[in-house]
């Protein structure tokens, strides 16, 4: 199979090469999935896990990429949930090879049915993104109807996620971001927002719970606005401080079945719109991944067309 891979932990996106790799064969409880579409996240390069086994051994040359939109094309000894021509989605194990090939070996339990009516390349843009936001907000935020939540990169992958599920949630959703970005955050549900370059932050007032994607010192300002017993969630990281009597959660997205489910649901009927910025082919990759300017949402590779 074609695929794209990494050898060199210090070259970085462009390292990224397109190469023949073997098939992959399914293990017990897996399934072999033709890959249409597959997501791809900048930082992963710098992932412990692309670069070794769960045992800390080197695996490289290894393929990232780990969000995965195909058809089921082959089962593994045991595997249940899924049938031969399934369209599927989901993440892929993050110290195995990812979904950025024709073709991949994945859990059976870390994928979802993709509706007939959700593209390949909308359920490719969904699993980390739609998952990290769900989890974040629903999870270990704990966010009911009536609450304020400050989302950070409210234009991202994760932040245009987290903006739609919290307004639908019955928050008040207040986004940050650049100025660019105001006028999509207002537009997929954030109430307020706030140009990080040139308003103030501490102007949004008291927050019942933060979820960020930045860190530093804008987590540290951010703890400042919590309420008393309200929460930090983070991706980025142990969380630096506490907020008043509340919790701070630093936590790195999980596969679950069923909120995948909920999640392409929602795109289904229309209430959760996906935030894809750029489609390569696979021909096209390399280049699309080392992009010369800022995006802004999931870059998004179409293995098949």
Known sequence: MRA??????????????????????????????????????????????????????????????????????????????????ERVFGLTDWHRDGALAELVAVESRNLATLPDDVDFTAGASLPISGLTAWQGLIDHGRVEAGQSVLVHGAAGAVGTMAIQLARELGAHVVGTGRAADRQKALDLGAHEFVDLDQEALEDVGGVDVVLDVIGGDVQRRSVALIRPGGTLVTIVGPAESVPADGRAIDFVVEPNRAQLGEIAQRVQDGRLRTNVARVAGLDDAVAALNPTERVTGKTVISVRS
């Open 4 to 85: 794209i891979v990494v050898t060199d932990p210090e070259a970085g996106p462009a390292g990224l090469t397109l190469q023949e790799r073997p098939d992959p064969e399914p293990a017990i409880n897996e399934v072999v999935v033709e890959v249409h579409a597959a997501g791809y996240v900048p930082t992963e390069l710098g992932w412990p896990s692309t670069w070794v086994d769960r045992r800390g051994l080197g695996r490289a040359p290894s393929i990232p990429g780990h969000e995965v939109a195909g058809v089921v094309t082959a089962l593994g000894y045991g595997t249940t949930g899924l049938s031969l021509g």
